[in-house]
Structure formats: structure tokens, C-alpha cells
């Protein structure tokens, strides 16, 4: 903690005398880059069965051993599980160099390592053999989710004990980020159960689809911005500890009766239709807040010579975040409080435009940020090459132009569907044929996206390489 | 005290308790404050979700169809779904249940496809999935779809 105090002191400049003391690397830190690692994998994946599902829309009988319906239910399924897995290993590094000490059981660690990766595999090979459950995003079997949570549950375990170890220096990102791991088991295990009401299985789904990105994850990664910014002397700590909880107290109240946002046609009484549509006004300010201090550190970074940011390794990660935070703004927050309006709702709701938001809100906002932490984590004791920054910051912007390709052209279709099939009434298959030209453009945009995947991940598997042996 | 001028931001913290010095939560209350938000969100939920006709035992057993067959990927159910296929909360209203059944029994080539058959399913399984289908239609959902402005007439 003291150690941490000084680093980031002598980052922000304040005590330009202190050097930066040599770091210690924590168990902890080494067993994250496995989860790291796993993450950006499955990351790489993803965007090869997303590009097959894409063509797979726009080619009539293209020939697939797995049908689209498992497929779709496949993209998703890593969708969901690449950012948690990520985010587990993020929260481990994160908090063993916040609090600047061991984890309470790094075998544990490892334990739940190996837990997390057989049943998220498990999820795929089953839905591959068309073996599945049903539910958007949870498509896989009940059992498998249990076991998700299991490995959640050695999580919350081993960080609550690691905070408990030391209750009188516990830091607000150490602890947000544990709140955000509880959160992440409380809300998945109401979604091992099987519900027959479809009012309550849709509801109980939104705790996943919804609660685990706009709060829980959003817990995890507030802790590590502010880690990271703290670190790069973009902010300064006490800054950063005085409104952290503050941030956190809004972004769960927030997340928590903006799911409301999605309840509104499932079949709930009409007191969530403005409880969705107001609370998700509150959601914006934890956003706001986040792009203040983001503006506010890279002013005084370019004003001050000493402190701005040299490693390029922390230029890459911060060309990521930066990324997330164009989305959380424009895709999250603006677009998503456009679709909010109940009146606005009720026509585009259950069209490409929806898909549009998914696609902008959900990869933008919290696939860049897991991919930043990922990144960082797994280049730890090394500095890219010119060439190697320069192919990473290559690889962000194909991501995010494939990224607003993507978006933009579901929201084209997503548009002409809610007018010509909802507004005017035509027919339904007749207005799909429609679109078929903004999926072939989205299938393009896709293919930009895969390439930026790859040459990302390319970058970080070569980090990794040159770190391996000694990653200090 | 006089509350007027600044003298009101001193009582800020008197008066909410989770805002500790300095205008800042503190991990307790933030603690506190999230168990409490969750507790009653997830109340408040179940609560709306109580249905106020109880699903008949061949509708449940039709949703375990929906899921096994991975309806969801390409359908709609109160618009949260896949968009290849039509959604199907109010199908029972545009097609009868019969024809529905025949239609998951034998069923057609899907446009724009030429070879390609809609999935299917054996008779039990394709009754109990319109007995569900024509369960989801009775579940009032603040008038969503909307209806078309000029609903029937063609361009």
C-alpha cells in the first residue's frame, strides 16, 4: 500500500524526487495471465463463428456442420463468458497491485482457473452438438452455469478473504472490483433454475444480459481505470478514492432499476416503463463522470511534460480505453437512452436495431476495456517495438472501424424494419429480404473487425511470449 | 442553524447518511446501499412477474421445447429474440393452432433458402409448443407490438 502510495505519487508528479520503486510481482499477477490469456482466445474465436453466423444470414442454404440456431447460440455464448474470464484474471492482477500484497490463496486461483475454462468450453462443445437450453445469451445447459458459478463463488471467496486479511487498508477500486465478482455470482445463479413462467425467465435472464454489463462489470472495470490511471499519473489518487464509491453507490443503484429498460414488453406492470426509462437517465452520470476525469488527466498530461505518459505499452492500453469510452458515450449512453423513450421503444424493439445497440453497447463499452486489461496485464515487464505499437494501434482502429461498420449498418436495417414492418404493417418476410444488402454490409464490417481481432491478438500473444519466462 | 447560503451544504451530510466527509461515500454505505437497491429491486421483480393466468402443464411443457429446439435464436418472444423469423408472441392470431402444429409436423422450405426446411418436430412436441405459443399470447404486454398505422394495406 505505502509502496503503491509513493508509485503513484511519484507519478502525478507531485514528488518528482521519488524514482519509481521496482514493483513486486505477486502470484496473483502470474496466475492472471492465464485467465488473461484464455480471454483473448476465446476473444479470437468468437470473431470467426460471429463472421460464419453473419454470412450464414445472407447466403440462402449455405452449407454449416452446426445449424445457425446453435450457431448464434454459440457467438453469444462467448460473448458472455470471454469478458468474465477476463475480467477474473483483470481482478486478481488489479488487486494484488492495489493493495500491494499476495491474494489470500493463489492455489485457489489456479483452481478456479481451471474450473472457469472446462465449463465455458463445456457451453461450446455441447451447443455444438445442438445440446442446449434455450435462453438468449444462457443458451448452454443450467449445469454447465453452475459450474460458472462455482468458479465465481472460489472468487468472491478468495477476494472477500484477501480484503478481510487487512480490513484497515482496504482500497476503493480493491473493493468495488470484489463487489463487482459478488455481484457477478449473485445475479448468475438465479439463472441455473428453470422457470415456467416466461415473464420471470425473461426478467431473470436481464440479470445476466443486462446486470452483469452495466453493473458488475462495471464495477470491475471502474476499479481497473482507476488502477490504470493512477498508474500512467493520469489521475491522482486521493482524486480518484474520494468519488470511487460514489461512482460505484450510482452505477449499481443505476444498473440495478434500469433494467427496467428491458422489462417493458415481458409481460411486468406499466410502473417499469418509467422506472426503466428515468433510472437509465442516472446510469449516464457514473459515464460522465468517468469521461471528466479521462479529459481532465490527459489535459494535464499533455500540459506537463514530466508526467505525461512515455510507455508505449500504456499508450496502447489507454488507445483501448479510449475506445471504450467512445462507446460508452455514443453507443451505451446516447443511442442507448434514444431507444429508452417508451414511445421510441415500442417500434424499434425486437428489430436489427436492438442488435445495433448489443453490438455497439456490449463489445464497445466492455469488450475494449477487457481487452485493455488484458493487454496490460499479459505485457507487464516488456515495452512493444515501434513496429509492434504501431500494429496495435492499427489493429484498435480496424476494431473500431469494423466496430461502427457493424453498428451502423444494423441500424439502417434496423430502421427500415421498424418502418416498413412495424409502422406500416407490411409483411414481415417480405421487408427481411429488404435488408438483405445492410447484412451483406455488416458481414463486410465484420470481416474489418476480425482482421483488427487478429492482428490485436497477435500483439498481445507476442507480449506474451516475451514476458513469459519473467514477467517483471 | 440558519439554512440558507452555504450553511445548507453542511447539512447534506446529516441529512443522507451514506454521504460520509468530503462529499463522498464510504465503503460501508456503499455496501449497504447496494444490498439494500438489490434486495428490494429484485422484490419489486418477482413481485411484476406473478402471472395472473397460471401456465397450464402442456404450455410448460412446450417451453421446454421452445428451449431445447433453440427456438429463441431466430424467433421473438415479446421482441427479445433472433430476427430471421417472424416474432411469435401473437402468432395464434395470425395462424390457427392447427395449422401451426401441421406447420412444425411437415415442415416448408424457408424462404429465401431453396433447400433449407424450417426445423421440425414430432407431434407431441409441435402440439405442446403452440399450446405454449397460444399461452404467451394471453400475457398482456402494455400494447406491444404497436399496430401498424395502415395494417393490411399495401404500399
Same mark, same amino acid.
Given at each position: 500500500?505505502?509502496?503503491?502510495?509513493?508509485?503513484?505519487?511519484? $507519478?502525478?508528479?507531485?514528488?518528482?524526487?521519488?524514482?519509481? +520503486?521496482?514493483?513486486?510481482?505477486?502470484?496473483?499477477?502470474?496466475?492472471?495471465?492465464?485467465?488473461?490469456?484464455?480471454?483473448?482466445?476465446?476473444?479470437?474465436?468468437?470473431?470467426?463463428?460471429?463472421?460464419?453466423?453473419?454470412?450464414?444470414?445472407?447466403?440462402?442454404?449455405? +452449407?454449416?456442420?452446426?445449424?445457425?440456431?446453435?450457431?448464434?447460440?454459440?457467438?453469444?455464448?462467448?460473448?458472455?463468458?470471454?469478458?468474465?474470464?477476463?475480467?477474473? @484474471?483483470?481482478?486478481?492482477?488489479?488487486?494484488?497491485?492495489?493493495?500491494?500484497?499476495?491474494?489470500?490463496?493463489?492455489?485457489?486461483?489456479?483452481?478456479?482457473?481451471?474450473?472457469?475454462?472446462?465449463?465455458?468450453?463445456?457451453?461450446?462443445?455441447?451447443?455444438?452438438?445442438?445440446?442446449?437450453?434455450?435462453?438468449?445469451?444462457?443458451?448452454?445447459?443450467?449445469?454447465?452455469?453452475?459450474?460458472?458459478?462455482?468458479?465465481?463463488?472460489?472468487?468472491?471467496?478468495?477476494?472477500?478473504?484477501?480484503?478481510?486479511?487487512?480490513?484497515?487498508?482496504?482500497?476503493?477500486?480493491?473493493?468495488?472490483?470484489?463487489? @463487482?465478482?459478488?455481484?457477478?455470482?449473485?445475479?448468475?445463479? +438465479?439463472?441455473?433454475?428453470?422457470?415456467?413462467? +416466461?415473464?420471470?425467465?425473461?426478467?431473470?435472464?436481464?440479470?445476466?444480459?443486462?446486470?452483469?454489463?452495466?453493473?458488475?462489470?462495471?464495477?470491475?472495470?471502474? @476499479?481497473?481505470?482507476?488502477?490504470?490511471?493512477?498508474?500512467?499519473?493520469?489521475?491522482?489518487?486521493?482524486?480518484?478514492?474520494?468519488?470511487?464509491? !460514489?461512482?460505484?453507490?450510482?452505477?449499481?443503484?443505476?444498473?440495478?432499476?434500469?433494467?427496467?429498460?428491458?422489462?417493458?414488453?415481458?409481460?411486468?406492470?406499466?410502473?417499469?416503463?418509467?422506472?426503466?426509462?428515468?433510472?437509465?437517465?442516472?446510469?449516464?452520470?457514473?459515464?460522465?463522470?468517468?469521461?471528466?476525469?479521462?479529459?481532465?488527466?490527459?489535459?494535464?498530461?499533455?500540459?506537463?511534460?514530466?508526467?505525461?505518459?512515455?510507455?508505449?505499452?500504456?499508450?496502447?492500453?489507454?488507445?483501448?480505453?479510449?475506445?471504450? !469510452?467512445?462507446?460508452?458515450?455514443?453507443?451505451?449512453?446516447?443511442?442507448?437512452?434514444?431507444?429508452?423513450?417508451?414511445?421510441?421503444?415500442?417500434?424499434?424493439?425486437?428489430?436489427?436495431?436492438?442488435?445495433?445497440?448489443?453490438?455497439?453497447?456490449?463489445?464497445?463499452?466492455?469488450?475494449?476495456?477487457?481487452?485493455?486489461?488484458?493487454?496490460?496485464?499479459?505485457?507487464?515487464?516488456?515495452?512493444?517495438?515501434?513496429?509492434?505499437?504501431? $500494429?496495435?494501434?492499427?489493429?484498435?482502429?480496424?476494431?473500431?472501424?469494423?466496430?461502427?461498420?457493424?453498428?451502423?449498418?444494423?441500424?439502417?436495417?434496423?430502421?427500415?424494419?421498424?418502418?416498413?414492418?412495424?409502422?406500416?404493417?407490411?409483411?414481415?418476410?417480405?421487408?427481411?429480404?429488404?435488408?438483405?444488402?445492410?447484412?451483406?454490409?455488416?458481414?463486410?464490417?465484420?470481416?474489418?473487425?476480425?482482421?483488427?481481432?487478429?492482428?490485436?491478438?497477435?500483439?498481445?500473444?507476442?507480449?506474451?511470449?516475451?514476458?513469459?519466462?519473467?514477467?517483471? | 442553524?440558519?439554512?440558507?447560503?452555504?450553511?445548507?451544504?453542511?447539512?447534506?451530510?446529516?441529512?443522507?447518511?451514506?454521504?460520509?466527509?468530503?462529499?463522498?461515500?464510504?465503503?460501508?454505505?456503499?455496501?449497504?446501499?447496494?444490498?439494500?437497491?438489490?434486495?428490494?429491486?429484485?422484490?419489486?421483480?418477482?413481485?411484476?412477474?406473478?402471472?395472473?393466468?397460471?401456465?397450464?402443464?402442456?404450455?410448460?411443457?412446450?417451453?421446454?421445447?421452445?428451449?431445447?429446439?433453440?427456438?429463441?435464436?431466430?424467433?421473438?418472444?415479446?421482441?427479445?429474440?433472433?430476427?430471421?423469423?417472424?416474432?411469435?408472441?401473437?402468432?395464434?392470431?395470425?395462424?390457427?393452432?392447427?395449422?401451426?402444429?401441421?406447420?412444425?409436423?411437415?415442415?416448408?422450405?424457408?424462404?429465401?433458402?431453396?433447400?433449407?426446411?424450417?426445423?421440425?418436430?414430432?407431434?407431441?412436441?409441435?402440439?405442446?409448443?403452440?399450446?405454449?405459443?397460444?399461452?404467451?399470447?394471453?400475457?398482456?404486454?402494455?400494447?406491444?407490438?404497436?399496430?401498424?398505422?395502415?395494417?393490411?394495406?399495401?404500399?
Amino acid at each position: 500500500m505505502k509502496l503503491f502510495r509513493m508509485f503513484s505519487a511519484g $507519478a502525478s508528479g507531485r514528488h518528482p524526487v521519488l524514482t519509481r +520503486p521496482r514493483q513486486q510481482v505477486f502470484l496473483a499477477q502470474k496466475i492472471s495471465r492465464r485467465y488473461c490469456l484464455a480471454a483473448v482466445t476465446l476473444f479470437a474465436i468468437q470473431s470467426v463463428v460471429a463472421l460464419a453466423g453473419a454470412l450464414d444470414l445472407v447466403i440462402p442454404d449455405l +452449407p454449416s456442420p452446426i445449424p445457425f440456431e446453435f450457431g448464434r447460440a454459440i457467438h453469444l455464448g462467448f460473448a458472455v463468458l470471454w469478458p468474465l474470464i477476463g475480467t477474473m @484474471g483483470m481482478v486478481y492482477y488489479f488487486t494484488a497491485a492495489e493493495l500491494n500484497r499476495e491474494i489470500f490463496s493463489p492455489r485457489l486461483a489456479r483452481w478456479q482457473f481451471g474450473v472457469v475454462l472446462v465449463f465455458a468450453l463445456s457451453v461450446y462443445v455441447t451447443l455444438s452438438l445442438r445440446i442446449g437450453n434455450g435462453r438468449e445469451y444462457l443458451e448452454g445447459m443450467p449445469a454447465l452455469y453452475l459450474g460458472i458459478g462455482l468458479a465465481l463463488l472460489l472468487a468472491a471467496y478468495n477476494l472477500v478473504r484477501t480484503l478481510w486479511a487487512d480490513k484497515h487498508h482496504i482500497t476503493p477500486a480493491a473493493a468495488i472490483m470484489t463487489v @463487482g465478482i459478488l455481484f457477478l455470482l449473485i445475479l448468475l445463479l +438465479p439463472n441455473v433454475l428453470h422457470y415456467d413462467n +416466461p415473464t420471470l425467465d425473461e426478467a431473470a435472464k436481464f440479470w445476466v444480459v443486462h446486470l452483469w454489463e452495466e453493473m458488475a462489470f462495471e464495477l470491475t472495470t471502474a @476499479g481497473f481505470i482507476a488502477t490504470f490511471f493512477i498508474v500512467a499519473g493520469l489521475a491522482v489518487r486521493e482524486k480518484v478514492e474520494k468519488w470511487l464509491y !460514489l461512482e460505484a453507490g450510482l452505477a449499481v443503484t443505476g444498473g440495478l432499476y434500469s433494467t427496467g429498460h428491458h422489462y417493458f414488453w415481458i409481460g411486468v406492470p406499466s410502473l417499469w416503463l418509467v422506472l426503466g426509462a428515468l433510472i437509465s437517465l442516472l446510469e449516464v452520470v457514473p459515464v460522465v463522470m468517468l469521461v471528466q476525469m479521462t479529459y481532465v488527466g490527459l489535459k494535464s498530461s499533455k500540459a506537463n511534460n514530466t508526467t505525461g505518459i512515455k510507455s508505449k505499452r500504456e499508450k496502447l492500453t489507454l488507445w483501448l480505453i479510449l475506445s471504450s !469510452l467512445l462507446y460508452h458515450v455514443t453507443g451505451a449512453s446516447v443511442f442507448g437512452l434514444m431507444i429508452t423513450v417508451p414511445w421510441v421503444n415500442l417500434y424499434v424493439h425486437g428489430t436489427y436495431t436492438t442488435s445495433a445497440h448489443a453490438h455497439l453497447a456490449l463489445f464497445g463499452s466492455m469488450g475494449f476495456l477487457v481487452l485493455a486489461g488484458c493487454y496490460y496485464v499479459l505485457s507487464r515487464g516488456s515495452e512493444p517495438t515501434q513496429a509492434g505499437y504501431k $500494429a496495435g494501434v492499427l489493429a484498435v482502429l480496424l476494431l473500431n472501424i469494423g466496430l461502427i461498420g457493424m453498428g451502423t449498418a444494423l441500424l439502417v436495417a434496423g430502421f427500415l424494419q421498424t418502418y416498413l414492418w412495424r409502422v406500416l404493417g407490411r409483411d414481415f418476410m417480405q421487408v427481411s429480404l429488404l435488408l438483405t444488402p445492410y447484412l451483406l454490409a455488416r458481414v463486410l464490417a465484420g470481416g474489418m473487425f476480425a482482421l483488427g481481432d487478429f492482428l490485436l491478438i497477435w500483439q498481445i500473444y507476442a507480449a506474451w511470449w516475451r514476458t513469459r519466462k519473467n514477467p517483471s | 442553524m440558519p439554512i440558507g447560503g452555504k450553511n445548507y451544504v453542511r447539512i447534506i451530510p446529516l441529512v443522507i447518511p451514506a454521504i460520509g466527509s468530503g462529499g463522498t461515500l464510504k465503503l460501508r454505505s456503499f455496501l449497504i446501499l447496494s444490498a439494500f437497491s438489490l434486495v428490494l429491486f429484485v422484490a419489486v421483480t418477482l413481485l411484476s412477474a406473478h402471472s395472473p393466468v397460471p401456465i397450464s402443464l402442456q404450455a410448460a411443457a412446450g417451453k421446454r421445447v421452445w428451449q431445447r429446439h433453440n427456438c429463441v435464436s431466430c424467433h421473438t418472444l415479446f421482441g427479445n429474440g433472433g430476427y430471421v423469423g417472424e416474432d411469435l408472441t401473437n402468432i395464434v392470431t395470425k395462424v390457427n393452432p392447427p395449422q401451426l402444429v401441421q406447420y412444425l409436423v411437415q415442415p416448408p422450405v424457408m424462404r429465401p433458402n431453396r433447400y433449407r426446411h424450417h426445423p421440425a418436430l414430432n407431434r407431441t412436441e409441435a402440439e405442446n409448443v403452440v399450446s405454449y405459443l397460444e399461452y404467451v399470447h394471453t400475457i398482456p404486454t402494455l400494447g406491444w407490438p404497436p399496430q401498424p398505422e395502415k395494417a393490411g394495406d399495401e404500399p
